[in-house]
């Protein structure tokens, strides 16, 4: 059965949706949804560019909609707006505000009878279900979650909100030295701080305050007032130069023991290396956005995580060959 997906948006994630559902053969792309003069969208070929007015229009049309906005202004409003009309799928990571997001999305998907997912991608999402496993394997233990060296696409959109900033990228350190104790076995405890770093590249506008502009940067609840921040003004040819990558990656960590007297350090580590952040962000959307759908035909109402779609959902494959060839 073929899933038709809209992409709601078409910056670096929506792109990288539109590329990838290509390598799916039951999906099918019906269009993008964007803010912008669909006229001036230069999409792939053979891709239909509407206008995000047009959306309602178009809600018996399409099996899923991918919302491909940022987390800080854009999902909050447009997830639960759009679940009215659509499946959808998003990629929400701000984890302090999840539950809020959940039950906004749960309401308006449920009146509407429509199946939405949030905070898909690989941070929340397939990191999520990797501290899952590990604190269900190893009970007794400490979860540890490193990011990068990469850079964030929410903390980068986050700092490009903040006015007299034209462009930003923000990259998220790990802490070496905390790594390797976690990786020992220690359980050692680590403050949010201790943990990572953050390093920031901001393209101010002409005559804007530098300082002020810092200053929301570092003292921003949820994004970096918890962490070490660095900020480096730079032009905008240095940011195109040096910065205009999108690689990410990071590490999940459960560190516990087994055994009688608990005599037995194990670790289990997930761990991603990512040449593009949406890309990657953009393959794991368009996998579970094919679970969306079956458990949409299946009867499911509301809202849901990555936690409540089963594995064998995300595949094209049947039961009998994921047992042949995967298990």
């Not at 997906?5 to 269009?31: H, W």
């Not at 009146?111 to 999520?128: E, H, N, Q, R, V």
């Not at 903390?155 to 903040?162: G, K, L, N, P, Q």
């Not at 999108?246 to 459960?254: D, E």
Request: with cysteine; aromatic share 8%.
């Amino acid at each position: 059965m073929t899933t038709k997906i809209g992409i709601l948006g078409y910056g670096n994630l929506g792109r990288g949706v539109e590329s990838e559902i290509k390598k799916n053969p039951d999906m099918e792309l019906y269009g993008v949804f964007t803010r912008r003069d669909p006229d001036t969208v230069k999409a792939g070929l053979g891709t239909r560019v509407f206008d995000i007015g047009e959306a309602a229009s178009h809600k018996d049309d399409i099996d899923v909609m991918i919302i491909c906005g940022g987390s800080a202004t854009d999902l909050p409003h447009q997830t639960p707006e759009y679940a009215k009309l659509f499946n959808v799928v998003d990629s929400f990571d701000t984890h302090a505000n999840i539950s809020e997001h959940f039950k906004n999305v749960d309401g308006s998907a449920k009146a509407a009878g429509k199946t939405a997912l949030i905070s898909c991608g690989w941070d929340p999402g397939m990191f999520s279900l990797a501290r899952l496993y590990g604190n269900c394997i190893l009970p007794e233990g400490k979860d540890y979650t490193f990011w990068g060296k990469g850079i964030s696409q929410g903390h980068s959109d986050a700092i490009r909100r903040i006015e007299g900033v034209v462009d930003a990228r923000q990259y998220t350190i790990p802490v070496e030295a905390a790594v390797e104790a976690v990786k020992s076995g220690e359980q050692p405890e680590l403050t949010t701080r201790q943990k990572h770093t953050r390093e920031c590249f901001v393209v101010a506008a002409e005559g804007a305050d530098k300082r002020v502009i810092e200053e929301k940067i570092v003292n921003m609840p949820n994004y970096f007032s918890d962490y070490d921040t660095t900020v480096h003004f730079v032009s905008m040819e240095e940011l195109k130069r040096d910065h205009s990558g999108m690689p990410h990656g990071g590490s999940v960590i459960r560190s516990g023991v087994t055994g009688p007297s608990n005599e037995y350090k194990d670790v289990i580590e997930y761990n991603l290396k990512l040449d593009s952040n949406p890309y990657f962000t953009a393959s794991v959307l368009v996998a579970f956005a094919r679970a969306v759908a079956r458990l949409h035909r299946e009867g499911k109402k509301g809202a849901c995580t990555v936690f409540d779609i089963p594995p064998a959902y995300l595949s094209p494959l049947s039961g009998e060959e994921l047992r042949a060839h995967l298990l």
